[in-house]
């Protein structure tokens, strides 16, 4: 299974994007380097889309949209404020992990995936994508946000399946990532966008200049 194909979102003019930016794409022209799924996590509203496509976008590398490969029947009971058991996430969570793989086997040096992955042992199964290569590297970034914040976005999409009453479903079930997780980034999103992304694209070049160093 293929990704979606991604619309186009502009790049702010802002320095210090473009020079993380500059600084990726120097390190990518490195030979036999480290490949990267950067895996944007967090319950519904949190912009886990809206910042994986500038992200993949900005960094010219493919973007899996997690909620399009969602099942009918998973789609019908989040539409009917159904919450997802375990059972229905796992054939999702290898597809997503599978598809990012594929992206990787192809030539790509990184791909960016948006995946709620709320539980810890949903990110362990995208952890298992580094046992097929030492050169793979799966990093998430949990993007936090008060309720609240969460419930005002989620009002304002149109079109989505996801309503309100899934906000709190979402979050009685979180976990949030423990220390031992090291390769989890927490984001606070309660701010401009201009600086979340910031935040991001400075991130991901310094995890990326430690791997290749």
Same mark, same amino acid.
């Given at each position: ?19 993380s ?15 990267f ?43 009917h404020?159904?919450?997802?058991? @375990?059972?229905? =996430?796992? +054939?999702?969570?290898? &597809? /997503? ?6 992206? *990787? ?42 309720e ?5 976005r ?28 090291? @390769?989890?980034? =927490?984001? +606070?999103?309660?701010? &401009? /966008? ?6 991001? *694209? ?12």
């Amino acid at each position: 299974m293929m990704a979606r194909s991604i619309t186009s979102t502009p790049t702010p003019t802002l320095s210090p994007l473009n020079q993380s930016q500059n600084t990726y794409n120097r390190l990518l022209s490195i030979k036999n380097q480290p490949q990267f799924i950067w895996i944007l996590t967090g319950p519904a509203g949190c912009g886990k889309s809206t910042l994986g496509k500038y992200l993949a976008n900005t960094m010219k590398v493919p973007y899996i949209e997690g909620d399009e490969f969602h099942p009918k029947a998973n789609v019908e009971k989040m539409a009917h404020g159904i919450p997802l058991i @375990d059972a229905d =996430r796992w +054939d999702w969570l290898v &597809s /997503l992990r599978e598809t990012s793989l594929d992206y *990787l086997a192809v030539g790509h040096q990184a791909v960016v995936l948006s995946c709620s992955a709320l539980k810890r042992k949903y990110r362990d199964v995208m952890r298992v994508a580094q046992f097929y290569s030492e050169q793979v590297i799966v990093h998430f970034f949990y993007l936090d946000a008060p309720e609240d914040v969460l419930l005002a976005r989620v009002r304002a999409r149109k079109g989505h399946y996801m309503g309100v009453n899934m906000v709190h479903s979402q979050l009685t079930i979180l976990e949030l990532p423990e220390k031992d997780e090291t @390769d989890v980034s =927490r984001v +606070d999103i309660n701010r &401009s /966008l201009e600086k979340i992304q910031e935040e991001l *694209l400075t991130e991901i070049s310094i995890l990326t200049m430690k791997q290749v160093s």
